[in-house]
Antibody, heavy 121, light 110 residues
């Protein structure tokens, strides 16, 4: 069955960097767009970034554009989120989510359990 | 990329129906038929309940239904059950591969 496992979260100081990973299994990873969505403690969902199945198309929320970079390695079935210049407001659980349909980037349908990132001095 | 507007909370008794609204703009909800709804129980990952405005993924009960008129989408839960108590989020495609979520609605079963 579809499985997405996020890792790399932790406590980091403001201004520092962190890289999240999302290991995928149970489906043809190279055929699906993947999203990052975050949720601050006690708050709602916020879409962060998306990458197309082949890695050629990406986009970001305005709140992270220029600081975060999404990438994927289809040979390793792994998605990444490089987060630079971290701010306190980036504190959240970060979920990776596989799109519902092959080659689409519209519906995060299958979600991992999330990785907590805490930005604090 | 402003968040879509949802009521903070709605409530109903078992067996009743509740409707959650989701208001956006012509740049998101009004401009595309790519609206989805997610259910999230405390401490759990979100679950896709509705996509393409009104379609249900396999396994989602048919008491969940979606619709859209202009810049506002709606999720209706008919025959409310105790397990439906959760947070619900709408989401819309907003062009150029971007998505925008609503602020979330807490559904309480009285």
């Amino acid at each position: 069955q579809v499985q997405l496992v996020e890792s790399g979260g932790g406590v980091v100081q403001p201004g520092r960097s962190l890289r999240l990973s999302c290991a995928a299994s149970g489906f043809t990873f190279s055929s699906y767009g993947i999203h990052w969505v975050r949720q601050a403690p006690g708050k709602g969902l916020e879409w962060v970034a998306v990458i197309s199945y082949d890695g050629n198309d990406k986009n970001y929320a305005d709140s992270v554009k220029g600081r975060f970079t999404i990438s994927r390695d289809n040979s390793k079935n792994t998605l990444y989120l490089q987060m630079n210049s971290l701010r306190a407001e980036d504190t959240a659980v970060y979920y990776c989510a596989k799109d519902q349909s092959e080659m689409a980037t519209i519906y995060p349908a299958y979600w991992g359990q999330g990785s907590l990132v805490t930005v604090s001095s | 990329q402003s968040a879509l507007t949802q009521p903070r909370s709605v409530s109903g008794s078992p067996g009743q129906s509740v409707t959650i609204s989701c208001t956006g703009t012509r740049s998101d909800v009004g401009g595309y038929n790519f609206v989805s709804w997610y259910q999230q129980h405390p401490g759990k990952a979100p679950k896709l309940m509705i996509y393409d405005v009104s379609k249900r993924p396999s396994g989602v009960p048919d008491r969940f239904s979606g619709s859209k008129s202009g810049n506002t989408a709606s999720l209706t839960i008919s025959g409310l059950q105790a397990e439906d108590e959760a947070d619900y989020y709408c989401c819309s495609y907003a062009g150029s591969y971007t998505l925008v979520f609503g602020g979330g609605t807490k559904v309480t079963v009285l």
